[in-house]
Nanobody, 123 residues
Framework: QVRLVESGGGLVQAGDSLRLSCAASGRTFSNYAMGWFRQAPGKEREFVAA????????IYADSVKGRFTISRDNAKNTVYLQMNTLKPEDTAVYYCAGSQTIISRLRADYNYWGQGTQVTVSS
């Protein structure tokens, strides 16, 4: 079992930056690819970004490419999502998740989920 706890969300203005963190405990963190997903009110949960077990390969949704950066520190059992140039449409609850695949953008490939952290971007 892997327990994931997100933090770092908040209310910001358009154009601002935020860094989300996700702390993992339980099984060996470096055994899991990690991803970030988000869910806006009335919408399905969507993929944002993912990183492989080593933190090397990364993938992004087109809507955040060039603005968001995913990274991980296996020594600290933590994955991050640096979000720059935030837009109102980035408003959502952001979830981190762990997968036993190499790297994936599919929700079904993720076995472990955090409780989410709210990000609200005002215009």
């Amino acid at each position: 079992q892997v327990r994931l706890v997100e933090s770092g969300g908040g209310l910001v203005q358009a154009g601002d930056s935020l860094r989300l963190s996700c702390a993992a405990s339980g099984r060996t963190f470096s055994n899991y690819a990690m991803g970030w997903f988000r869910q806006a009110p009335g919408k399905e949960r969507e993929f944002v970004a993912a990183t492989s077990r080593s933190g090397g390969p990364t993938i992004y949704a087109d809507s955040v490419k060039g603005r968001f950066t995913i990274s991980r520190d296996n020594a600290k059992n933590t994955v991050y999502l640096q979000m720059n140039t935030l837009k109102p449409e980035d408003t959502a609850v952001y979830y981190c998740a762990g997968s036993q695949t190499i790297i994936s953008r599919l929700r079904a490939d993720y076995n472990y989920w955090g409780q989410g952290t709210q990000v609200t971007v005002s215009s």
